[in-house]
T-cell receptor, first 113, second 115 residues
Framework: NAGVTQTPKFQVLKTGQSMTLQCAQD?????MSWYRQDPGMGLRLIHY???????DQGEVPNGYNVSRSTTEDFPLRLLSAAPSQTSVYFC????????????FGSGTRLTVV | KNQVEQSPQSLIILEGKNCTLQ??????????LRWYKQDTGRGPVSLTI?????NTKSNGRYTATLDADTKQSSLHITASQLSDSASYIC??????????????FGKGTHLIIQP
């Protein structure tokens, strides 16, 4: 099925561990983004990309890295996990400027202990 | 600072009743406003998207209104169903030519439909 696929769905990490959250879309969207969602807060932008090889920081980029080597994939790397990074992470993609056709993945629930 | 405020924070109504959710924003310049539905444990799904020139847009039992002068939007749900239980998120975009940067998300209204 066409859409945005995120893996894993759930993950528990120990403080200091690193990991990569995977995001893939098969809609040939140029724009892709990573958000985190915390209780009582709106979705906050971590990093985004406007095309392969182009990424930029969002509102809360510290502790996360991204790269975009292909149009389809946009992985998010946690360098050294901290309890403050416990959250639900969403990847999203869009085919047009302004976010028309914006599609979200189903999320990754990350717990850092 | 761009902000999107939603009210109420949570709402409980009986199945079959109507309800209206509110969204006030202070985003400038303004390009478009979207309403998303987010079921528990799932990603947000788009319901409607409106530009500044659109006053009303419907999607089945969901009707969104926009007053760009007062910077207010509402989402009206008619004849609610149990499947409408979800969080509803208002999102405002300041750009017509940008990517994902600049989107401002509200915190959402948590709606519970009781049988």
């Amino acid at each position: 099925n066409a859409g945005v696929t995120q893996t894993p769905k759930f993950q528990v990490l120990k403080t200091g561990q690193s990991m990569t959250l995977q995001c893939a879309q098969d809609m040939n969207h140029e724009y892709m983004s990573w958000y985190r969602q915390d209780p009582g807060m709106g979705l906050r932008l971590i990093h985004y990309s406007v095309g392969a090889g182009i990424t930029d920081q969002g509102e809360v980029p510290n502790g996360y890295n991204v790269s975009r080597s292909t149009t389809e994939d946009f992985p998010l790397r946690l360098l050294s996990a901290a309890p403050s990074q416990t959250s639900v992470y969403f990847c999203a993609s869009s085919y047009s400027p302004g976010g028309y056709g914006y599609t979200f993945g189903s999320g990754t629930r990350l717990t850092v202990v | 600072k761009n902000q999107v405020e939603q009210s109420p924070q949570s709402l409980i109504i009986l199945e079959g009743k109507n309800c209206t959710l509110q969204c006030n924003y202070t985003v400038s310049p303004f390009s478009n406003l979207r309403w998303y539905k987010q079921d528990t444990g799932r990603g947000p799904v788009s319901l409607t998207i409106m530009t500044f020139s659109e006053n009303t847009k419907s999607n089945g039992r969901y009707t969104a209104t926009l007053d760009a002068d007062t910077k207010q939007s509402s989402l009206h749900i008619t004849a609610s169903q149990l499947s409408d239980s979800a969080s509803y998120i208002c999102v405002v975009s300041p750009y017509s030519g940008g990517g994902a940067d600049g989107l401002t998300f509200g915190k959402g209204t948590h709606l519970i439909i009781q049988p």
